[in-house]
Nanobody, 123 residues
Framework: QVHLVESGGGSVQAGGSLELSCARS????????MAWFRQAPGLEREGVAA???????FYRDSVRGRFTISLNNAENTLILQMDNLKPEDTATYYC?????????????????WGQGTQVTVSS
């Protein structure tokens, strides 16, 4: 079983920064594909950024250039550095993982999910 725990959410003003972390445990010898998703109230969950087994990164258009996804393999931690935050970035952010090369940003392609961490950006 894979266990994912997010941390680092909070409240900031527009233009501020936050760093989200996702600690991963279980099956340490496996190859992981990991991603960040977010969900705002009343809206569907959407992909924010992903990193594949080769380290290639993918971003949704609205965050490209402002967010950076990275993976610390030594610490089994996925990071999302978020800069120049905007009110429309307000959402619950979820870490997701899979072993089978999921088709990002399809939510259903990812098997393992964290519990989410809230990010609120005020104008």
């Amino acid at each position: 079983q894979v266990h994912l725990v997010e941390s680092g959410g909070g409240s900031v003003q527009a233009g501020g920064s936050l760093e989200l972390s996702c600690a991963r445990s279980g099956y340490s010898d496996s190859t992981y594909y990991m991603a960040w998703f977010r969900q705002a109230p009343g809206l569907e969950r959407e992909g924010v950024a992903a990193i594949d087994a080769d380290g290639l990164t993918f971003y949704r258009d609205s965050v490209r250039g402002r967010f950076t996804i990275s993976l610390n393999n030594a610490e089994n931690t996925l990071i999302l550095q978020m800069d120049n935050l905007k009110p429309e970035d307000t959402a619950t952010y979820y870490c997701a993982a899979d072993f089978q090369s999921p088709r990002w940003p399809l939510v259903g392609e990812y098997t393992f999910w964290g519990q989410g961490t809230q990010v609120t950006v005020s104008s």
